[in-house]
């Protein structure tokens, strides 16, 4: 069983004047480096799904070895188009498996992988969504390389929400505690969201 990862970073971070969030500083690392940290030793590969210069998501700390995959044409069709951009890297790659995470929840949890695969092997759906506190986290999931196709063909009929893709294919829900700290799959969107995560961080 070979489990890829991607780290979803394509969005255009209005709310904060534009800025690239994988950039994005908090403390003492970048957005993108810690989602590095977090998730780099839960899936065999990793890849980043960003539509900037390579040479920036380098320097601030995409291992040398991981790969950039920009969005397919026509671009600028939300994190779905992001997650087939990594199922056609995964595939090629020989895996069975892709997890996604957003780059801009730094509190992602180091067992998100196992648990969301638990989660889809107990249901036997083959796809889990995370979820916690009573939502659900759709950027954070698991999805079977076979799928695929019938991604590529929903984003081409216009849709553009991960959460109905899943939801449409009974996706198993993994959830996830908490507290005590900020929720897990805490997101920055605002420059009072990072002010938050940077006080959680102590």
């Not at 087939?84 to 595939?91: E, I, N, P, S, Y």
Request: proline fraction near 8%.
């Amino acid at each position: 069983m070979r489990i890829f990862g991607t780290i979803l970073a394509g969005g255009q971070g209005r709310r904060l004047g534009g800025v690239d969030k994988a950039l994005l500083r908090l403390g003492d690392e970048t957005l993108l480096a810690r989602a590095v940290t977090r998730l780099g030793p839960q899936v065999e590969m990793l890849a980043l799904s960003a539509n900037g210069p390579e040479a920036a998501y380098r320097a601030a700390g995409l291992g040398r070895e991981d790969a950039v995959l920009p969005d397919p044409p026509p671009g600028d069709q939300g994190p779905l188009a992001g997650v087939l951009a990594g199922l056609d890297w995964a595939r090629a790659g020989g895996a069975d498996w892709l997890v996604t995470a957003a780059v801009d929840t730094p509190f992602v949890p180091c067992d998100l992988v196992p648990r969301l695969l638990l989660a889809a092997e107990t249901a036997g759906t083959g796809m889990a969504i995370a979820a916690s506190g009573g939502r659900r986290h759709p950027t954070a999931a698991l999805w079977p390389v076979g799928l695929r196709e019938a991604l590529a063909a929903e984003l081409a009929g216009g849709l553009r929400r991960l959460g109905a893709f899943g939801a449409a294919r009974g996706a198993a829900l993994a959830e996830f505690p908490v507290g005590p700290g900020p929720d897990p799959f805490f997101n920055i969107n605002t420059a009072g969201d990072l002010a938050a995560a940077g006080a959680a961080l102590g």
